[in-house]
């Protein structure tokens, strides 16, 4: 008999310090290809720090099994290769290239054989990509002359421009207005059906993780304080004391 299919992300007990602070405690979590799943949790509770180690940071423990093979500890750029890509928190834009250069960088940083493309077709590749984060209007502008929710989008292009199977957000939700939020999720629900894309997503926004998320990670000072379907985790009370409770004390 054959048993589940094997997750497409499967971190084992993935530890990480840096000095005397354990900013990752044996951390494991799966994720099954097709699946959003949010990381959550307090400021400092090792949640960029999963990502970074999850991205080429090499980690003091621990395994990352990606599609079956262990990736712990390669270079950034291999695990790019390998179909995983992420967004920052903090945007870093090339300011002086016009935005469609900026994900036609991407395009052919992401691709997995040198010399398979040149400047004219990552550039298509890049337009096309401007319009389905919806940064099509303008593209010859440049990226330093955008808007703050523009920007956050302009990161969302340059990580699926270099087509992951895997696509780890870092808060991408993060200093947006409702309006803008909700144009960021319809954005992510097209980008998902149309690409099949896998969505490892930390998030603040408790709206945005409850509605999208089929599974949620809650950790807390590096280590994992339960898992499971939303309404569960949002039930659980050391979530609510950890992290929850202020949130629903303040409405």
Do not use: W
Not at 8 to 14: C, G, P, T, W
Not at 92 to 115: K, M, T, W, Y
Not at 133 to 139: A, G, I
Not at 204 to 214: F, G, P, R, T
């Amino acid at each position: 008999m054959s048993g589940a299919p094997a997750p497409l992300l499967d971190v084992r007990d993935l530890s990480k310090s840096f000095g005397g602070v354990r900013a990752l405690d044996r951390v494991s979590l799966t994720v099954d290809r097709g699946e959003v799943v949010g990381v959550i949790g307090p400021n400092g509770a090792g949640k960029t720090t999963l990502f970074n180690v999850l991205c080429g940071l090499a980690p003091n423990g621990g395994q990352i099994v990606f599609k079956g093979e262990d990736v712990t500890g390669l270079a950034s750029h291999q695990i790019c290769h390998r179909g995983i890509a992420r967004t920052f928190q903090l945007t870093r834009p090339f300011v002086e290239l016009s935005i469609l250069d900026n994900v036609a960088a991407a395009v052919l940083f992401g691709q997995r054989h040198d010399g398979a493309m040149s400047l004219r077709e990552a550039r298509d590749r890049a337009g096309a990509i401007l319009t389905e984060v919806k940064l099509d209007r303008r593209p010859a502008s440049l990226a330093g002359d955008l808007l703050f929710a523009e920007r956050r989008r302009l990161e969302l292009a340059r990580a699926v421009a270099t087509e992951p199977e895997l696509l780890l957000l870092d808060e991408v939700m993060a200093g947006l207005t409702v309006a803008e939020a909700q144009d960021m999720v319809e954005i992510l629900e097209k980008l998902r059906r149309e690409r099949q894309l896998t969505l490892l997503d930390i998030e603040h926004v408790m709206k945005v993780v409850m509605a999208i998320c089929d599974r949620i990670v809650v950790l807390n000072y590096g280590e994992k304080l339960c898992e499971g379907r939303p309404a569960e985790v949002a039930a659980h009370q050391a979530v609510i004391d950890a992290y929850l409770g202020t949130e629903r004390a303040g409405g």
